[in-house]
């Protein structure tokens, strides 16, 4: 029995997965591939993984996924989920958010307001000072000038999504599990954490709260919490077949 772990990787960094995927494909029983959403816009001019998950799917011929998304991110894979339960029925389906953003965030006070009044420039300028402040990889602080276009569009995507979400209803179908990873540096309380995700998805499985400070992308701090979860998922497949 083997499972296909697929991340979505918003970013405009290549890498921004790669310590992830190199410790997961050390299990000979994970396949793990990248859904890079800026080659698609590239492409494309829009952010529909439809085509490329299809493909990830055929080829290791898999029935199980776990999709994996980090941050804002994490919006466009709820609202992808959302769109396509006809070809999520196929499969048994399961999701790692990571530092999501509650749903209460995006309510009367978009924080992602601010950002998306910016010009192009200013947004630059201020993902350049972000990135630096995390020490994000020189290569990609670099390469961010040339980004500029994409980021902007992956900006006012992801804005337009946060106006679908209703506290009041859950925010993705029912898949096999929906796992959770949290930072302690978040600003909102483990206890409100958990009594929102109880309330809002009835298929929550686990959330794990991390500290005390995470960065912006992906780090070996996150690493052992995506195994465990996806070990776990794996056993059990095993034990159901």
């Known amino acids: 029995m083997s499972i296909t772990v697929v991340v979505i990787n918003h970013s405009s960094y290549a890498d921004f997965w790669v310590p992830c995927i190199e410790q997961l494909t050390l299990e000979s029983e994970i396949t793990c591939s990248q859904i890079d959403l800026q080659e698609i816009w590239e492409i494309d001019s829009n952010f529909n993984w439809d085509t490329q998950l299809k493909s990830i799917t055929d080829d290791n011929k898999t029935r199980t996924l776990v999709l994996i998304a980090y941050g804002c991110g994490t919006i466009l894979l709820k609202s992808w989920l959302k769109a396509n339960q006809v070809l999520l029925a196929t499969f048994k389906v399961h999701a790692i958010l990571i530092d999501s953003p ?138 159901q077949n």
């Open 102 to 239: 509650p749903t209460s965030s995006w309510q009367n006070n978009n924080p992602l307001e601010k950002l998306v009044k910016m010009d192009r420039a200013t947004y630059k300028d201020e993902v350049l000072k972000t990135l630096t402040t995390q020490s994000a990889e020189k290569d990609w602080i670099q390469s961010i000038p040339s980004k500029t276009n994409y980021l902007k569009s992956l900006l006012l995507e992801v804005y337009e999504k946060t106006k679908l979400l209703d506290d009041e209803r859950p925010l993705v179908p029912l898949l096999e599990e929906w796992h959770e990873i949290y930072s302690a540096s978040l600003p909102i309380s483990s206890a409100n954490i958990l009594r929102q995700r109880r309330i809002s998805l009835p298929n929550w499985q686990s959330l794990e709260i991390l500290g005390p400070n995470m960065s912006i992308f992906p780090t070996s701090n996150l690493i052992p919490s995506i195994h465990r979860i996806i070990a776990d998922i794996l056993c059990r497949s095993k034990q």
